[in-house]
């Protein structure tokens, strides 16, 4: 039978202890959460480099730039194309909205004011519901 002796701890050790955790536990969290966003912005931009390097990314952008070019010169011509719109279609639409903001407000009120009642109890009253007088 082996027995293990602890020593007690003293109050004011005991507060130490405490004291000590509580200010390292949230900077031990800070700190490994600022290391991971370093290491992975330091990976991410490495990843960059080497596309870059390599010769994809460098063309991957000229290729979007080129496609950008040519959305941005054929803009006036569209936007000078644009049909005139259907009235009677903008109305049906606010006609339509209006009719489904009704329903979802009458939804919500019924549902509200029946969430409001309280449920009848299956159990018969223990208690007499005649008063005597």
């Not at 509580?22 to 700190?31: E, H, L, Q, R, Y």
């Not at 600022?34 to 010769?55: H, I, K, P, Q």
């Not at 407000?105 to 029946?114: I, K, L, M, P, S």
Request: proline content about 8%; glycine content about 10%; cysteine-free.
């Amino acid at each position: 039978m082996s027995s293990k002796t602890r020593l007690r701890m003293t109050p004011s050790q005991r507060l130490t202890r405490g004291l000590r955790y509580t200010a390292i536990g949230p900077v031990d969290v800070t700190m490994g959460a600022v290391g991971l966003g370093l290491e992975s912005a330091r990976s991410t931009a490495a990843w960059a480099g080497d596309r870059y390097r390599n010769g994809k990314l460098g063309q991957q952008l000229k290729e979007d730039l080129a496609a950008a070019q040519e959305v941005v010169s054929g803009l006036p011509e569209t936007l000078s194309k644009k049909p005139q719109p259907n009235r009677r279609r903008r109305r049906l639409l606010w006609i339509g909205l209006g009719v489904a903001a009704l329903a979802g407000g009458a939804a919500a009120f019924t549902v509200a004011r029946q969430s409001a009642q309280p449920e009848p109890s299956p159990r018969p009253p223990s208690v007499e519901v005649t008063p005597k007088v």
